[in-house]
């Protein structure tokens, strides 16, 4: 027998039982596991104890019942904007789901981390923002998980899809965007998809702007506000953010239910 002290964030709740409930959290030293939660709808540690929560968690292991059970929960993050938005508690069960689906892509703390960050900055703002704030999010994750294609140039030419002046802090794009090839994970642009044709392995409809490309680019390489205060047009934001849900599903190994059902929220 233990007690356990542990920093968590609350991914999920389900019932168990009449009045218990199975509690799935995340820590930067355990990663995922799974505890219960005694009591009733009265207990003001279950009203504690809610989905996307984040403080210290204390655990009572009885390892010869094989038992794990909450016995307090010290709540240092919570998010109230997310019961007023769909938007906000789709994303937040989104992310969720991929964690579980991934095992927190094998970092538990880094993993805890960023959606930490994301749960935050989402609380904070408004749909539309948040919307591109899980574009963001998603983008980090695959880097996580060590799958990022390379979106700076193209991999049968190599030629740049943008050029970074640094001296003017300016940005030019090549024209012709690019397309995405699964089986390279990476990026062909117009021309080299013009020449190679059905010769390129993998080759998709993901058709990506420069812009783009400097968009996820940013996300991974610049400072934060780059990426946040780079406009895109709509049509251009809508290609990035199905692109980016397609390579997470695919990294996943199923579909995700958040995905589907959520769709024409998401």
């Known amino acids: 027998m233990r007690n356990l002290i542990e ?5 999920n709740v389900k019932p168990q039982g009449e009045n218990n409930r199975l509690v799935t959290w995340l820590s930067p030293q355990k990663g995922i596991e799974k505890s219960v939660l005694y009591g009733g709808p009265k207990s003001k540690l279950r009203s504690c104890v809610s989905p996307f929560n984040y403080g210290i968690l204390y655990i009572y292991n009885d390892e010869s019942k094989h038992s794990s059970k909450i016995t307090d929960f010290d709540v240092k993050k919570y998010h109230p904007s997310f019961r007023e938005s769909l938007f906000k508690s789709w994303a937040a069960t989104f992310c969720a789901e991929i964690i579980l689906k991934t095992n927190a892509a094998g970092s538990f703390e880094e993993c805890l ?17 948040g919307k591109k704030g899980l574009v963001r ?6 880097e996580l998980l060590g799958i990022l294609p390379d979106t700076k140039s193209c991999i049968h030419c190599d030629e740049d899809f943008f050029t970074l002046n640094l001296t003017s802090n ?21 021309n080299c998809a013009t020449v190679y044709g059905q010769n390129i392995p993998g080759i998709t409809t993901d058709f990506l702007s420069s812009k783009s490309l400097f968009y996820l680019y ?18 251009e934001f809508e290609q990035l953010k199905g692109f980016v849900f397609t390579l997470i599903e695919h990294a996943c190994g199923s579909h995700l239910n958040t995905l589907e059902s959520g769709a024409g929220i998401l």
């Open 137 to 142: 999010y998603l983008w980090r994750y695959l």
């Open 170 to 190: 300016t940005v030019s794009y090549k024209q012709g965007g690019a397309l995405y090839s699964q089986t390279e994970n990476g990026f062909s642009c117009s």
């Open 113 to 129: 981390k960023i959606t930490n960050g994301f749960l935050d900055g989402l609380d904070i703002t408004e749909d539309e923002q």
């Open 218 to 235: 940013a996300t991974t390489f610049c400072e934060p506000v780059v990426s946040r205060n780079l406009i895109l047009g709509k049509d």
């Open 7 to 11: 920093e968590a964030l609350i991914l």
